[in-house]
């Protein structure tokens, strides 16, 4: 079992930052695949950005160049720093969790992320 928490969402304006964080507490944290994903009413929850227990990573295009996913294994904690923020960027964030072995993935509660323009 594992669980996740975010946090870090909140309200900023076009052009802004927000860094966002996952903590994790269960077992298999760091060779597990993680990512984050983006939900607005009405569409189906999109991936953000994700890293692999090896560390390789893969961007949606839309946010390429702007949003950096990380993870820090000794705490056990993802991470999205996210940069030069439009208002399509806005919606719900949630970070997922996926071992490399199969079985079911693993999600937190979700965090807001609002940009007003």
């Known amino acids: 079992q594992l669980q996740l928490v975010e946090s870090g969402g909140g309200l900023v304006q076009a052009g802004g930052s927000l860094k966002l964080s996952c903590v994790a507490s269960g077992i298999g944290f760091s060779i597990n695949t993680m990512g984050w994903y983006r939900q607005t009413p009405g569409k189906q929850r999109e991936l953000v950005a994700g890293?692999?227990?090896?560390?390789?990573?893969n961007y949606a295009d839309s946010v390429k160049g702007r949003f950096t996913i990380s993870r820090d294994n000794t705490r056990s904690t993802l991470y999205l720093q996210m940069n030069s923020l439009k208002p399509e960027d806005t919606g719900v964030y949630y970070c997922?969790?996926?071992?490399?072995?199969?079985?079911?993935?693993?999600w937190g509660q979700g965090t807001q992320v609002t940009v007003s323009s």
């Open positions: 890293i692999r227990g090896g560390g390789s990573l």
């Open positions: 997922k969790s996926e071992s490399p072995f199969g079985g079911r993935a693993f």
